[in-house]
């Protein structure tokens, strides 16, 4: 579903990412997990047209999409929920759903599937006419994939969902993911809780310094000692 | 006589304020200082104007040309000195430097065609209809301007706040990475945005034009630096501060003319604006006119 090749991408001549290929594929849970300033974010921000690529090919359904304004991908089914959650905080609860549906044109959904984020994020339909800039961190988080998933995405690219969540709002959020996936939805999840990414995934790839270093079966790099070295005592030690 | 000249304070305010809030709505979403906010509303007066002098337009017509005028002005400023630099990522103080250069162009330019002339609208573009009321005159005139006003700034609240092209303006206000993730144009945003910003200015232009009867090149200096003075007394990106400090100063400086001395005028909006800084540095409206401030954080 998405296929990215060598792609490469530099900051001012620093180079985030050099020479990066995975591929996800459709209605699995792909996770991209690494340190601090890996370039995991950077990834997501190539993929969803935000930062230039200096070389490589990303794919989408077959199709390039590296050139093409942010806001065309996003319309076509690559919606993005970015670190730090930034929801509208001016607007209402109702309004960022509503725009994350307007957002999308066409592709969107119907006013109606309102009620389905509802139902994965009860308390959002409680917070509904609150300003959503007055919502604790962890109902920002559902909000910024709730609205994400009014644009109807063909995938989900979430950028650190668990970052400065309480262990049960981390797991309630997961919850939904998980829910997300088995309805049929692809997506792309990057993480530095490395533990609970890989429980999460189907398939993995861990990035450092802007290259991937493993790929595969996300429960064989759960096993892998190199792998459980370097993440797993300083995710737990955070968690 | 002090009732007739706050009617007068009053008229001229809200078109200040009229002035005031494109200004205002360009700053609050793109944090440009649009310093050829002047000229376009000069060029949209002289739209009305010649749209009148040509083709003998009434007035309803002229203010709409002088809309569509401004708004097409204000669009191309924002695609020749605004949007390249966006691009680029510029900081925001190029932007204000780009304005000047632009504003200089646009008025050297009506100064060219317009030969240095003061024009006027003809006498009967607007009919001449006095009410007494209460010992006051009022003219038809004035009910119109403050009626349009007023519409004017229902009808913009209405758009940012009860559509969704308003909502997509206020997401873009406040991140136009998030916004462009969603799958919002901030291209058609900053379209829109700049036209009803040239629009405002336009009738704005066109009004003051009949009022104090003169159009000419340099009508929309005086203008933009009080529009100055109105934004930062309202706070910055203020709706509901851009109109009341607008009416404010359109009632000082009315009265200031009439009691004072003409000369005085600037003098004492200025001191005004010293005074309130010193005690309120966010402004009148301060944090109450947050709730209705189209801002980007
Ligand atoms: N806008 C930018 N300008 C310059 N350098 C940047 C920019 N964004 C990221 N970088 C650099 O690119 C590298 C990769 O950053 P990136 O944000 O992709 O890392 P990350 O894996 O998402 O890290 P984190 O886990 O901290 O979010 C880092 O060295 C970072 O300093
Ligand atoms: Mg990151």
Redesign the interface.
């Known amino acids: 579903m998405l296929t990215i090749e060598n792609l490469a991408v530099a900051y001012k001549g620093i180079m985030a990412l050099r020479g990066v290929s995975l591929s996800v594929a459709k209605g699995e849970i792909f996770t991209l997990i690494g340190p601090n300033g890996a370039g995991k974010s950077t990834m997501l921000n190539a993929a ?3 930062v230039p690529a200096m070389s490589g090919r990303i794919l989408f359904d077959g199709e390039p999409i590296q050139g093409r ?4 991908i ?2 076509a089914g690559l ?2 929920v ?1 670190e730090g959650r ?1 929801v ?4 209402t609860v109702a ?1 960022n759903l ?3 549906r ?4 066409r592709r ?1 959904s119907e006013a109606s599937d309102i009620d389905e984020v509802y139902e994965l994020f009860p308390i959002l339909a409680e917070r509904r006419n609150q300003l959503s800039g007055q919502l604790s961190g962890g109902q920002q988080q559902m909000l910024a994939i709730g ?2 998933l009014m ?1 109807k995405p063909r995938i989900l690219l979430l950028d650190e969902p668990s970052l400065g969540l309480a262990p049960v709002i981390v797991r309630e959020v997961f919850d939904a993911l998980i829910r997300l996936n088995r309805g049929g939805l692809t997506i792309l999840l990057v993480e530095q809780n490395a533990k609970l990414a890989l429980q999460t995934a189907h398939n993995a790839a861990v990035i450092e310094q802007g290259r991937i270093v493993h790929q595969g079966a996300a429960s064989d790099l759960i096993d892998d000692p190199v792998v459980a070295d370097h993440y797993f005592g300083r995710a737990e030690v955070m968690a | 006589m002090l009732m007739q000249q706050l009617l007068n304070g009053v008229v001229v305010g809200s078109v200040y304020g009229l002035f005031a809030l494109g200004f205002t709505l360009i700053f609050g979403v793109n944090h440009i200082m649009n310093m050829a906010h002047g000229a376009v509303f000069m060029w949209g007066a002289f739209a009305g104007l010649y749209a009148v002098i040509l083709f003998d337009v009434p007035f309803p017509i002229a203010l709409l040309i002088g809309a569509v005028g401004g708004g097409m002005v204000s669009v191309v400023l924002d695609w020749v000195a605004f949007r390249p630099l966006r691009k680029r990522g510029a900081p925001e103080f190029s932007s204000i430097v780009s304005s000047i250069g632009a504003s200089l162009i646009m008025l050297s330019l009506a100064q060219q065609l317009t030969a240095t002339r003061v024009m006027r609208f003809p006498f009967d573009i607007f009919p001449i209809v006095v009410f007494n009321f209460m010992g006051l005159r009022i003219q038809l005139l004035q009910l119109i301007i403050v009626g349009i006003v007023f519409l004017m700034v229902i009808g913009l609240l209405y758009y940012l706040y009860r559509t ?1 092209y308003g ?2 303006i ?2 873009v206000a ?2 136009e ?10 291209f058609a945003v900053n379209f829109q945005l700049f036209f009803l910003s040239g629009a405002l200015a336009g009738i704005a232009g066109v009004l003051i034009g009949i009022v104090f009867n003169s159009v000419h090149f340099m009508m929309g200096e005086p203008l933009l630096l009080r529009a100055f003075v109105v934004i930062i007394l309202g706070g910055l990106g203020s709706i509901p501060g851009a109109l009341i400090a607008g009416l404010l100063i359109g009632i000082i400086q009315t009265l200031t003319v009439a009691y004072i001395s003409a000369g005085m005028a600037d003098a004492l909006v200025f001191s005004l604006l010293f005074l309130v800084l010193l005690v309120r540095p966010t402004g009148l409206l301060g944090n109450s006119g947050a709730v209705a ?1 189209v ?1 980007r ?1």
């Open positions: 969803s047209g935000i304004a942010a806001h065309l996003a319309r919606i993005q970015p930034r509208i905080s001016p607007l309004e509503a725009l994350g307007e957002a999308a044109g969107g609205r994400a644009g | 969704k909502r997509h206020r997401s406040f991140s990475q998030t916004s462009k993730l969603l799958g919002i144009n901030p401030r801002t954080i």
